[in-house]
């Protein structure tokens, strides 16, 4: 298998594995449509790509080698998480809007891009999956920066593709949920959801110290 094709292989298994950034799509798709959730999956992404360039600079090396470093960014990162849980815990059950009021009911673009934004920034696990998986891939040989850009560039697309494909399952059950008045459930389970993720985090720098 070509280099690349095993990169895109990995890469894709990574990203469409449940996390924060595939509950945020999928609730987002539900409660606002596939078309209003896209912004935040490129807030997503962004964040990706922006852990990309972290994890390939000196940064990267410092908080995957000092562990200090990544217990903060993972305490940051579950509190983060923790606040969207609590926040989508306690939000309103929301109906289905029709086009004529659907775009006075939902947060502002620039809202839900740095919301997907911050799930990836704050959240280490790609920033140690960056580290690991890059040099796998470079070749020593030839300029990085170049090879770089590909392996970057080729993940913030992955993300978005694969989101979307998340997002067009979600909108077809929007409906059913709206009719069913799922919201209810759906707003608790995601919320719940968040806060397990943010516990996780927690975990993973108490135990090492127990």
């Known amino acids: 298998m070509q280099p690349l094709m095993l990169y895109i292989l990995i890469a894709s298994l990574t990203i469409a594995s449940p996390g924060p950034g595939i509950l945020l799509t999928l609730t987002n798709t539900i409660h606002y449509t596939l078309k209003n959730s896209f912004i935040g999956i490129l807030g997503v992404s962004a964040g990706m790509g922006i852990i990309a360039i972290i994890a390939a600079s ?23 998480l923790i606040y969207l849980g609590i926040k989508l815990f306690k939000s309103a059950p929301k109906k289905i809007l029709d086009d004529s009021t659907i775009n006075t009911n939902i947060p502002s673009k620039w809202k ?31 300029p990085f920066i170049h090879q770089f850009l590909i392996l970057g560039i080729t993940f913030c697309i992955l993300v978005i593709l694969i989101h979307l494909v998340y997002a067009l399952f979600a909108q077809t059950a929007r409906k059913k949920i709206g009719a069913s008045n799922g919201f209810v459930i759906l707003n608790k389970i995601g919320g719940s959801v968040f806060m397990i993720f943010a516990i996780a985090l927690i975990s993973s720098v108490i135990i090492p110290l127990i």
Not at 113 to 125: H, I, T, Y
């Open 112 to 142: 839900r891009f740095r919301e997907g934004m911050f799930v990836s920034l704050l959240n280490p696990k790609p920033i140690v999956f960056f580290m690991a998986l890059f040099p796998q891939f470079v070749d020593v040989n030839r």
């Open 58 to 80: 000196s940064l990267g090396i410092i908080i995957t080698s000092s562990p200090l470093a990544l217990s903060v960014v993972k305490v940051i990162g579950a509190a983060y």
